[in-house]
């Protein structure tokens, strides 16, 4: 079945500075990878999603690259704000099964 | 839409008494998902219903882990005998609208879990 590695576990940046999340799959047939933030005492809530038949998606500061090659994707945060600290989870889709998600990324924004 | 609800947000009992989480799924959504997570395992998928019919359960711990979907908007989950290593925040999530292609899952706010 499909396996996702992310790192870092943790990772603390200064505010206005970028943070990146990098994520690897195992099965070539994933085609959906949600990005979830996940803020204390909340559920994971959705921030961006790419579907294998594109290689980058942008929102505002958020971006999301893909390499189906080399089976990883990545979160890229630019400007970062002290409100973006939260613990990122990346998740792979591979046809009708769950999600698979990563172990999670702390991310530390200091002000 | 009220998103995903679940009850109660925390609760505390002691060991060996029956709880029950309870998970209301987005309206429309015909896949629903129960989740366990811990500092030290992460997110856990425990068990997962398509249309009311559980698919797969193989991550649900033991025998005092059941689940049940009724119907399309309520599903539970339920641990009796409660033991303290069950203390944990568990999610409900749910997804999808049928022909809408790729979707999301929803995720609740959870339920704190703490047995004495």
């Known amino acids: 079945g499909e396996n996702v590695e992310q790192h870092p576990s943790t990772l603390s940046v200064q505010e206005g500075d970028s943070a990146v999340i990098k994520c690897t799959y195992s099965d070539s047939a994933s085609n959906y990878f949600p990005w979830y933030k996940q803020e204390l005492g909340k559920g994971p809530q959705l921030i961006i999603d790419?579907?294998?038949?594109?290689g980058e998606k942008k929102d505002q500061r958020i971006a999301v690259t893909l390499n189906k090659t080399a089976k990883h994707f990545s979160l890229h945060i630019t400007e970062t704000q002290p409100e973006d600290s939260a613990v990122y989870f990346c998740a792979a889709l591979s046809g009708n099964t769950p999600l698979v998600f990563g172990k999670g990324t702390r991310l530390s924004v200091i002000a | 839409d009220a998103g995903v609800i679940q009850s109660p947000r925390h609760e505390v009992t002691e060991m060996g008494q029956e709880v029950t989480l309870r998970c209301k799924p987005i309206s429309g959504h015909n896949s629903l998902f129960w989740y366990r997570q811990t500092m030290m395992r992460g997110l856990e998928l425990l068990i997962y219903f398509n249309n009311n019919v559980p698919i797969d359960d193989s991550g649900m711990p033991e025998d005092r882990f059941s689940a049940k979907m009724p119907n399309a908007s309520f599903s539970t989950l339920k641990i009796q005998p409660s033991e303290p290593r069950d203390s944990a925040v568990y999610f409900c999530a749910s997804c999808c609208h049928l022909g809408q292609g790729h979707q999301p899952q929803h995720f609740g706010d959870g339920t704190r879990l703490s047995i004495l």
């Open positions: 790419i579907r294998s038949n594109v």
